[in-house]
């Protein structure tokens, strides 16, 4: 691990710099050991792929001095096999082609069929690296390889809610209309952010995500659906 500063009121931790899962276990399980700490003038953890933002109040803490206490910290980490400990999910997704924008494209490109390319997407567990970009937008992985495609050389100037991406080895989901250079394949009628409920975050880092794949007719039926309680039936375990 390296620490760097982010301005006077943050520290940077790098892990190694890769996108695998099991630094990225290594970055959740710290991330959680410190919270347990509830250090006084911490106030904020933000883990990512392969690194820890931790702010702080420059006021309690100086830059050197707050290293030295998570050092300590990291020192006494029990240690511990990476391993998957976050909730599973199974999240429906609508291919159709009024949804899956990119569909069509992407199938050419790749010399291979539209269902091919849904099943090597429902082909896979997929990880909850991090949230980021936009409340809420879940970073998932990983893609099998002949899935891996390139950003759009010219991104939309809005994609809808709810609308899932593929980008590299990534798959997302956009929690709000928002700007968009990923290939967008289909549409889950599940609300991933929603500010009306008592966590307005659906995923959290570590989670495990599958697919299944719906018709327009169940994707309609399923988002006039009340919100909270169709996202509740896609969580297979805690």
Excluded at 76 to 92: D, E, N, S
Excluded at 109 to 137: A, C, D, R
Excluded at 199 to 221: C, H, R, Y
Aim: glycine content about 6%; hydrophobic content about 40%.
């Amino acid at each position: 691990m390296t620490f760097y500063p982010l301005g006077d009121t943050a520290i940077i931790i790098n892990f190694e710099q890769k996108i695998q899962k099991e630094i990225n276990f290594e970055v959740l399980q710290l991330t959680n050991y410190l919270k347990s700490k509830k250090t006084e003038g911490v106030i904020f953890y933000v883990p990512a792929y392969c690194s820890l933002t931790i702010g702080y109040d420059p006021e309690k803490w100086n830059y050197q001095d707050l290293i030295e206490r998570i050092t300590r910290f990291i020192d006494k980490l029990p240690v511990k096999k990476a391993v998957a400990t976050g909730r599973r999910w199974k999240i429906p997704v609508c291919y159709n082609e009024l949804f899956g924008l990119d569909l069509k494209e992407l199938a050419f490109e790749k010399k291979v069929t539209i269902n091919q390319i849904i099943e090597w997407h429902l082909s896979q567990t997929y990880h909850v690296y991090m949230l980021g970009f936009l409340p809420g937008f879940v970073y998932l992985g990983d893609l099998p390889e002949p899935l891996s495609c390139r950003r759009k050389e010219h991104p939309r100037i809005t994609v809808p809610s709810q609308s899932v991406g593929l980008a590299g080895r990534q798959t997302g989901i956009y929690p709000l209309d928002a700007p968009s250079g990923w290939q967008i394949i289909g549409k889950t009628p599940i609300r991933i952010f929603n500010p009306a409920a008592e966590d307005p975050f659906l995923f959290k880092m570590g989670d495990q995500v599958t697919f299944s794949a719906i018709n327009k007719e169940e994707f309609v039926s399923m988002e006039n659906d009340d919100p909270i309680v169709t996202s509740k039936k896609c969580l297979i375990n805690e």
